[in-house]
């Protein structure tokens, strides 16, 4: 099956820094999702991309679908984007394959 | 709002005992899953239906069954809980072929002691 790598695992900022996150994946895809698991628990989709550039206020994201990679910029962060950040996909299969996440923390 | 839903919510049950986990959609979605999440593991498969009558294993099927009688509701039994299975479950759906956004309903945390 397609394995599916988010880096770095851990990320603590201060508030109104940015960052970037990443999501490699190792075979082609016909589905890719971004999603934040809030501190209770939900998981919220943010993005579906896969391909190209989508942005969403301060989220945006890129995925090189040629390079098997995408990206999830968070620019000036708050304290409500804490939570770990997923990225999923899927290739000929319906079914998402999930990354271990990054769990970012943003402080005051 | 069409909308997907779990429950329970939350629930605590002793080794040995049957369960079951409910999944209701309203979008009327041909594909419906059940995934569960463990720290150190991210979310993985269980389960998976792409229509009625219609049911396929996941990654981490052992111990688990689920049956689609209708096209809203995606029930999964525990046949006989194990502590193993201690875990926080989510149902999810999308519409139908691949490549499409799947929605996640709010989780059940189950608890086997």
């Known amino acids: 099956g397609i394995q599916v790598e988010q880096s770095p695992p851990d990320l603590i900022l201060q508030e109104g820094a940015n960052s970037t996150l990443r999501c490699n994946f190792s075979?082609?895809?016909?589905?890719l999702q971004w999603f934040h698991q809030n501190p209770w628990g939900q998981l919220i989709n943010l993005f579906y991309?896969?391909?190209g550039t989508k942005q969403n206020g301060r989220l945006s994201a890129t995925t090189v679908a040629t390079e098997r990679y995408s990206l999830l910029y968070i620019s000036s962060s708050q304290t409500t984007d804490s939570g770990v950040y997923f990225c999923?996909?899927?290739?000929?299969?319906?079914?998402?394959?999930f990354g271990s996440g990054t769990q970012l923390t943003v402080l005051p | 709002d069409a909308e997907i839903t779990q429950s329970p919510r939350h629930k605590i049950t002793e080794t040995g005992r049957q369960v079951t986990l409910a999944c209701h959609q309203t979008?009327?979605?041909?594909?419906m899953f059940w995934y569960r999440q463990d720290l150190g593991h991210g979310l993985r498969l269980i389960h998976y239906?792409?229509?009625?009558?219609?049911?396929n294993k996941g990654e981490v099927s052992d111990g688990y069954s689920v049956s689609r009688s209708n096209t809203e509701d995606l029930p999964l039994t525990l046949e006989s809980a194990a502590s193993s299975q201690t875990s926080v479950y989510f149902c999810?759906?999308?519409?139908?072929?691949?490549?499409?956004?799947?929605?996640f309903g709010p989780g059940t945390r189950l608890l086997v002691l």
């Open positions: 999923a996909v899927a290739g000929s299969a319906r079914q998402l394959t």
């Open positions: 991309i896969p391909s």
């Open positions: 999810a759906s999308s519409p139908g072929g691949a490549g499409e956004t799947q929605y």
């Open positions: 239906s792409y229509g009625v009558q219609d049911t």
């Open positions: 979008w009327n979605h041909n594909n």
């Open positions: 075979d082609s895809v016909n589905n």
